[in-house]
């Protein structure tokens, strides 16, 4: 009996309503097969615990969660009486760097049954591997003088090590699909870090002789992502360009209601934690309307980082189907509510 310890972080808005019916669905699952079981811990851990205890989860949080198989997070934020800053900080940027989940990945493909806002969707399937840790979002630079002659310098590093792990997390990942890494570079334009980016992708990919490979600057990179994303297999990317690519893999699915991610953890130290791309919503809070889907893939994420490949494989399926029934909320034109839409997926599964 393989027995996963998951703790749940539903976090603020419709973190609290996804949350709880993407574990249905997995419930759902292990009662559909014997050798799998999911035992779940709630954390309230959220900005209510913030106005309530004035941080964001307990001094010992960390090491509370450290133990378990994974972390499971609906979303984090609640503008109107905590800031932004506060709120991410104090939760999702702790856990993601001091676990050291150095890598972000993040699905996007053609859905059936969902209306791209592509004229030529063309069956697109890519996966963005995003430097999670370094790159672009550090600390280093500063401010000085004011007025007229106020400088500001913000600084990239780019360390081997951490150019190199999410290169190789990106081949590893091709092996299991079809076979292609493209390279997210800007070598023209930016001199020191992008030529170096480039030099290790060329080290790397002498270990894979079977990956095909393929490098454009993030310009050009961001216009086939809306041209023809059909070309594209894993395309490794720093954290910013990452971070731009995965926002326009989102909108050319047809909602970011959909769209999942992984914040992996690669030497095994710490869990991995799984959090849909979204954040609470609170324009649709309470009232029972957002879209699962991004969270029951994020789920699937969770299955496939488990090794329950099949099983994940299987899920996607039977929410592209429920989809293409038109059982959909209505960010995504349907009028199901959420707990319709993950019940639907729950009896689907049952079915098979
Ligand atoms: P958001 O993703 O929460 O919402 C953007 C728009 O998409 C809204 O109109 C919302 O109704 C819609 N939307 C989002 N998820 C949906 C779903 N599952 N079903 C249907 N519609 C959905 O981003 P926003 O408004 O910028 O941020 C709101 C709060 O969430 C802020 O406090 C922000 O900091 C936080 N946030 C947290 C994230 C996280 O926990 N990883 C990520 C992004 C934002
Ligand atoms: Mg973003």
């Known amino acids: 009996m393989k027995n996963y310890e998951i703790a749940v972080l539903p976090g603020d808005g419709i973190g609290k309503e996804v949350v709880p019916v993407a574990l249905k669905v997995l419930d759902t699952i292990a009662d559909l097969h014997g ?22 989860m307990p001094d010992d949080g960390l090491n509370i969660l450290k133990d378990f198989h994974a972390v499971f997070l609906g979303a984090v934020g609640n503008p109107a009486h905590v800031p932004d800053h506060v709120s991410l900080w104090g939760l999702l940027i702790k856990i993601r760097r001091e676990f050291q989940q150095s890598i972000n990945i993040r699905p996007a493909k053609f859905f059936k049954g969902l209306k791209s806002p592509l004229v030529n969707p063309n069956d697109f399937d890519l996966i963005v591997v995003r430097e999670n840790s370094e790159g672009e979002y550090s600390e280093a630079g500063g401010r000085i003088h004011q007025g007229e002659d106020e400088i500001a310098v913000q600084n990239a590093i780019f360390t081997r090590k951490g150019t190199e792990r999410a290169m190789r997390y990106a081949f590893e990942l091709a092996k299991q699909r079809r076979g292609h890494v493209t390279s997210a570079t800007k070598s023209n334009g930016i001199v020191h870090s992008m030529p170096f980016w480039d030099e290790v992708f060329k080290e790397v990919k002498k270990n894979y002789p079977d990956i095909q490979t393929a490098s454009y600057h993030i310009d050009a990179l961001s216009a086939f992502f809306v041209t023809r994303p059909q070309i594209f297999d894993v395309i490794v990317a720093s954290n910013l360009f990452g971070d731009i690519l995965t926002d326009i893999g989102g909108a050319i699915m047809g909602s970011i209601g959909i769209a999942p991610a992984a914040n992996i953890n690669i030497n095994g130290k710490y ?44 899920l996607l399926n039977v929410v592209e189907d429920v989809t293409n029934d038109g059982i959909k909320t209505c960010d995504i034109g349907g009028t199901s509510s959420t707990v319709e839409v993950a019940d639907a997926i729950c009896s689907r599964l049952k079915e098979i």
């Open 35 to 56: 050798g799998l079981k999911f035992k779940f811990k709630d954390f309230p851990w959220s900005c209510d615990y913030y106005l309530e205890h004035g941080k964001m």
């Open 271 to 314: 869990p991995s934690m799984f959090e849909p791309v979204h954040g609470s919503a609170p324009d649709i809070y309470g009232k029972g309307i957002a879209n699962p889907i991004g969270q029951i893939w994020t789920a699937k994420m969770m299955l496939d980082h488990f090794g329950e490949r099949e099983l994940g494989k299987q």
